[in-house]
């Protein structure tokens, strides 16, 4: 199914909302986001974390039923959440399986979907790749929000060996939680994904990294003092955490060195304009970005 393809009903052999128990590994923004909305729509919420102040914040919180260090724990659920790094998802699903009914269906909410995948469906057949598309630069269990993925993209990313209940379990979850579900491949969501989520990211460090070069410390200075709204907002990506970011180019490196690359090309292209006083090649690709940004916002 391609991507753009919004699915809008449930599964006609949905689990009600009452009878459903989802874990949750990982309670930071988006595992603490999802499971206050999950409980607030009848879900009930086992969370695992790697530290008890972050289990009982979950609690306090709101953001699970119960929570606790262990991944046993997670034996009832019906559906599981995987909010961990990337580089940790396999080595979790092996700790994970050997305590799970053979018919719990496996999620994850990674931005990386290929090497994911690949890693993850062979250790559980129930293993659907998914990446509800929110969030912002803030972490922890105190980040979380309700109503972060309202209206918001959830891709699912099934192959020919995903079982269709699998996915319609998630697609559920997406719906419950007021998502967009959309369907397509793992290698058609990392491309898509490189341009609009993982080549931003990049592109606004490499701003900060431009501006450090600004030789008087006077003007870097004053720089610092009047960036505003449209520094703000160029820049916001790349000033979340470290870590995710690293993560993207490395599990989606081929994509990203794509769009990178046609990224660079433009810029390369703005420049030859500028220096050549080329004006009217100026204004039109001001014209074409304004033309073009309502086709993604």
């Not at 341009?195 to 720089?223: G, K, N």
């Not at 690293?246 to 794509?258: D, G, I, P, S, T």
Request: glycine share 10%; net charge negative; aromatic share 4%.
């Amino acid at each position: 199914m391609a991507m753009g393809d919004a699915q809008a009903a449930m599964g006609t052999n949905a689990v009600p909302a009452t009878a459903m128990t989802v874990g949750i590994v990982g309670l930071g923004l988006i595992g603490g986001s999802l499971g206050l909305d999950l409980r607030r729509r009848g879900y009930r919420v086992l969370g695992v974390s790697r530290k008890v102040l972050t289990c009982d914040r979950a609690v306090a919180r709101g953001a699970a039923d119960e929570a606790s260090l262990e991944l046993a724990s997670l034996a009832p659920a019906d559906v599981i959440i995987l909010c961990t790094p990337l580089n940790v998802l396999g080595q979790t699903v092996e700790l994970l399986r050997c305590h799970l009914k053979p018919e719990t269906v496996l999620t994850d909410v990674g931005s990386v979907k290929g090497p994911i995948v690949e890693e993850i469906e062979p250790l559980w057949p129930n293993f659907v790749g998914g990446h509800p598309m929110a969030g912002n630069t803030e972490q922890g269990i105190d980040a979380a929000l309700q109503d972060l993925f309202q209206d918001r993209p959830y891709v699912l990313t099934p192959t020919e060996r995903t079982p269709s209940a699998a996915v319609e379990r998630v697609r559920e979850l997406a719906i419950a939680l007021g998502s967009v579900p959309y369907v397509c491949a793992p290698d058609e969501h990392d491309r898509a994904v490189a341009w609009i989520s993982h080549l931003p990211v990049m592109v606004s460090t490499s701003l900060f990294q431009a501006c450090r070069r600004e030789e008087t410390p006077a003007v870097r200075q004053l720089a610092q003092q009047l960036a505003s709204s449209g520094f703000r907002d160029t820049s916001r990506v790349g000033g979340g955490n470290p870590e995710l970011g690293l993560l993207m180019a490395r599990y989606n490196r081929e994509a990203l060195l794509a769009s990178l690359t046609s990224y660079r090309q433009s810029l390369e292209q703005v420049m030859a304009m500028i220096e050549g006083e080329d004006w009217t090649g100026v204004e039109a690709t001001l014209q074409q970005g304004a033309d073009d940004r309502p086709l993604f916002l």
